[in-house]
């Protein structure tokens, strides 16, 4: 089985040496910049962690479909930075930011279209259940996003509405990860959908934290600015839950806050106090770190249920208690 610091040379080296077309440079800048700005790799860390599993070494015939996960989900973030109105991402400007909506809009075009030149790199004999995979996965992820903008004009949902958003708009590309490096590998239909599982399930738990850290977290670590969501009257847990236990007048309160003008810096710390206010009021916090914990351990049933060996479930173990140590 292959090494977890085998797993991060692979990683480091993957993304030190992907490159794209040089011109336009207009075009293809911002592609770069978005992948040059990093991130913490967790989807492609999860695709070579699951090929890991059954497999000694690594070569291009998974290298290559966990770059075309990175990919696609950067182009989603460009595109989504737009739509939240977002100036940073990763403590550096957003693309549209550095440079425009337009450019932004056909970069992160471009980069979708790369996505899927990588991916179709994947081992003839799998290759179209790899690109059936990948294409259900990103049309779900649109879905999910379609799904979040359409929440923006409600005054509250329901938690199991929330809860397909965030299973379409976050959770999928996790599992598709999970499931396409066990699909590279070989891996039976049985075991490849067990680890969908264990991602879909890890996915609404990252979400559900991320959603947490950005009321709770500290900017540095989180990488772009805290009360985004407040500001933007996003559905997150939080907000979701908070409405779902409000009395009437709580309630009243909570759209009292959301409508609070944010043209200053001081109005947005004062919507963002206010509502903040409120889910202390409520314990929404605590309730959303309770729930993260019970969806890593529903995670994690589903890899015991794979019976690996004991160093083979370390990998998937350790994968989600670091993906989730954000919100400790």
Partial sequence: MIQEN???SAIKELFGNLAFTQDPHGLYDPLRYMMEIGGKRIRPRLCLITYALYKETFGDEVLYPAAAIEVFHSFTLIHDDIMDKADVRRGVPTVYRKWDENTAILSGDVMSIESYKLIAKAPVEVLPKALALFSKTAAEVCEG?????DFE?????P???Y???IGLKTAVLIACSAKMGALIAGASDHEADLLYKYGYDLGIAFQIADDWL????DPKVFGKAIGGDILNNK???LMTRAFEKASEETRAKLLEAMA???STEKEKAAKIAAVKAIYAELKVGEEAKQEIIRKHSQSLSHAAALELQSEAYELLENYAKNLLGRTK
């Fill in 6 to 8: 085998h797993i991060d």
């Fill in 153 to 157: 004009d409600m005054d509250f949902v």
């Fill in 145 to 149: 996003q379609q799904y979040d903008m």
């Fill in 159 to 161: 938690m199991a509405d």
């Fill in 214 to 217: 950005d009321t709770y977290g």
């Fill in 163 to 165: 809860l397909k958003m």
């Fill in 235 to 237: 559905k997150s847990w």
């Fill in 260 to 262: 609070m003008p944010i």
